[in-house]
C-alpha cells in the first residue's frame, strides 16, 4: 500500500524546478464554458447566465446547441439600457426568472451565473439568489457563482460553483461515522466505475459533488473525507474544509498509476489491507497498462510543450512521460495548488521547465524556439502553432472528455496521438 499511495510528508514546494512564474497577456477560454459540462451533469439544474449578447454567442457556439435544442442553461441579456441605468436589474431578472420556471417547472435547481458585465456594473447577484430563493422556495433553490472570464481559467467556473454548492450542503448527524466525498465534475459512466471499485474495497457511503440531481445533495462533516477528482478545485476544497471535511493528498486518476494511488489515498483513509486493494485493483490495473501500451509507440520519445489553460497540465506531463514516454519539454499551468499537487509534482522529473501563470508571447516565443512534437494549448493558439508545422491538442478536450480511471486510460492516450497521426497525414498528402 506504502508504494502506491502520495509520501505523507514532503517539502512545501514539489516542483521539479522553481516555477518561472508570468504575469502577462493571458489566452484562456471563459470560465462560463464549465456551463458545458456541469449542465450535463446537474439533471435537474439550469444554469442562468447573467451577461451580455457575446455571452450567450459563446455558449451557443461552444456547446454547438442548435435551435430547436433545449438546453439546460441560458442567458439573461443585459441590454443598453440596463447599463444605462434606465431599469431596475433587479425587476428585469424577477421577471426572467419567473418566465423560465413557468416554462420549466421541472427546475429544481436555479443556478445565477456571474458574468465579466454583470460583475463590471457591480451588480448583486447573492442578493438576487437570496431574494430569488425566497420567491420561489421550496420548489426551486436558487444559488449563485461567477462565472466571469476576468483574469480567470475556464476550469475555475467549475470550481466557484462547486464552492457555492458546497455551502449548501445539509450536514451529517452528529453520530455519523466517516464518508468518502468525490469531489469534480465526472461523466457518469466514469462515476459507476468509481463507485463499483469503492463498493468492492468496502469503502463507504460513498457520494459525488456534484450530485447527478439537486435534491439529493450529499451530507457533510468532521467525519467526510474528500478525494479530489480534478486539480483546479481551490476554492471548493477549501470550502469543504470550512464545513468540517478532510481533503486527502493524492494524485489525480489519469492513468494507471494516478488511478491507483488515488485510489489508494482512500483505501488508506479508510483502512484497507493491501492485499486486498492489490486484489481488487489488479484487473483494471493490468487493462490500464495494455490500453496505453498500444499507443505508447507513438508518444515514445514524443516532445510535448504543455501551454498554461487547464490546470490539468502537471497531471498530463505525469501521464505523457511516466506512462507513455513522452519527453516534456515545459509544463505551464495558470495557478499552481501546491497543496494538491504535491503527489503529482513528487512524481515529475526535476529538471522539467516548470511555468505558472500566464505570458502568451513569451510561451510562444519558447515553444517555437523548441520546435515540440506536439503542443497542448488552448483553441486561440493552436491554428496559429498548426500553421507553423506543430501538432497541437487542445486542452478543453481533456476537461469534458472521460479520461479518469482504468477503463479510460487508453482513450486518454490516444487522445495524444490523434493530433500526431494528422500532422503525419498531412506530410504524406503533401
Known amino acids: 500500500m506504502n508504494a502506491i499511495t502520495p509520501p505523507r510528508t514532503a517539502p512545501a514546494d514539489h516542483s521539479p524546478v522553481a516555477p518561472l512564474r508570468q504575469r502577462g497577456q493571458h489566452e484562456v477560454f471563459c470560465g462560463l464554458t ?22 450567450a454567442h459563446l455558449m451557443q457556439s461552444a456547446a454547438g446547441v442548435m435551435i430547436f435544442a433545449e438546453p439546460r442553461f441560458g442567458t439573461a441579456i443585459i441590454e443598453e439600457r440596463d447599463l444605462a441605468g434606465m431599469a431596475d436589474l433587479h425587476e428585469e431578472l424577477d421577471r426572467v426568472v419567473a418566465r423560465l420556471l413557468a416554462r420549466r417547472p421541472e427546475i429544481r435547481m436555479l443556478v445565477l451565473v456571474g458574468s465579466c458585465p454583470s460583475e463590471v456594473i457591480k451588480l448583486d447577484l447573492g ?20 462565472g466571469s472570464g476576468i483574469e480567470t481559467t475556464f476550469t475555475q467556473g467549475e470550481d466557484n460553483f462547486l464552492a457555492s454548492l458546497a455551502r449548501e450542503l445539509p450536514a451529517t448527524d452528529a453520530s455519523a461515522g466517516p464518508s468518502l466525498m468525490v469531489a469534480g465534475a465526472l461523466p457518469d459512466v466514469v462515476e459507476d466505475q468509481f463507485r463499483r471499485i469503492f463498493d468492492a474495497l468496502g469503502i463507504g457511503p460513498v457520494s459525488f459533488l456534484p450530485s447527478r440531481a439537486s435534491t439529493g445533495l450529499p451530507p457533510i462533516g468532521p467525519g467526510t473525507r474528500v478525494l479530489l477528482a480534478q486539480p483546479y478545485l ?7 474544509e470550512a464545513r468540517g471535511a478532510t481533503v486527502l ?16 489515498a482512500a483505501a488508506a483513509a479508510f483502512g484497507v489491507e493491501p492485499g486486498r486493494f492489490d486484489a481488487i485493483t489488479k484487473a483494471g490495473r493490468r487493462r490500464a497498462r495494455e490500453a496505453v501500451a498500444r499507443h505508447r509507440a507513438e508518444l515514445e520519445g514524443r516532445r510535448v510543450f504543455l501551454f498554461p489553460d487547464s490546470q490539468l497540465e502537471p497531471s498530463i506531463a505525469r501521464f505523457l512521460s511516466r506512462e507513455a514516454g513522452a519527453e516534456i519539454v515545459e509544463i505551464g499551468s495558470p495557478y499552481l495548488h501546491r497543496q494538491h499537487l504535491a503527489g503529482e509534482l513528487a512524481l515529475l522529473s ?28 488552448g483553441m486561440g493558439l493552436a491554428n496559429p502553432l498548426e500553421a507553423e508545422g506543430i501538432a497541437t491538442k487542445w486542452s478543453i478536450e481533456l476537461v469534458f472528455t472521460p479520461v479518469q480511471g482504468y477503463e479510460q486510460a487508453g482513450d486518454l492516450a490516444e487522445l495524444f496521438v490523434r493530433p500526431l497521426a494528422r500532422r503525419a497525414a498531412l506530410k504524406l498528402g503533401a
Open 127 to 146: 442578493k438576487a439568489a437570496e431574494r430569488l430563493a425566497r420567491l420561489h422556495a421550496p420548489a426551486t433553490r436558487v444559488m449563485h457563482f461567477s
Open 234 to 240: 481551490g476554492e471548493a476544497a477549501r470550502a469543504l
Open 249 to 264: 493528498s493524492a494524485p489525480f486518476p489519469l492513468g494507471e498509476e494516478g488511478t491507483t494511488a488515488w485510489l489508494g
Open 350 to 377: 526535476p529538471g522539467i521547465p516548470f511555468s505558472e501563470g500566464q505570458d502568451v508571447d513569451r510561451q510562444l516565443d519558447r515553444c517555437r524556439a523548441a520546435r515540440p512534437d506536439l503542443a497542448v494549448c
Open 34 to 55: 464549465s456551463i458545458i459540462w456541469l449542465h450535463r451533469k446537474v439533471q435537474d439544474a439550469f444554469f442562468l447566465i447573467v451577461g451580455s449578447r457575446t455571452c
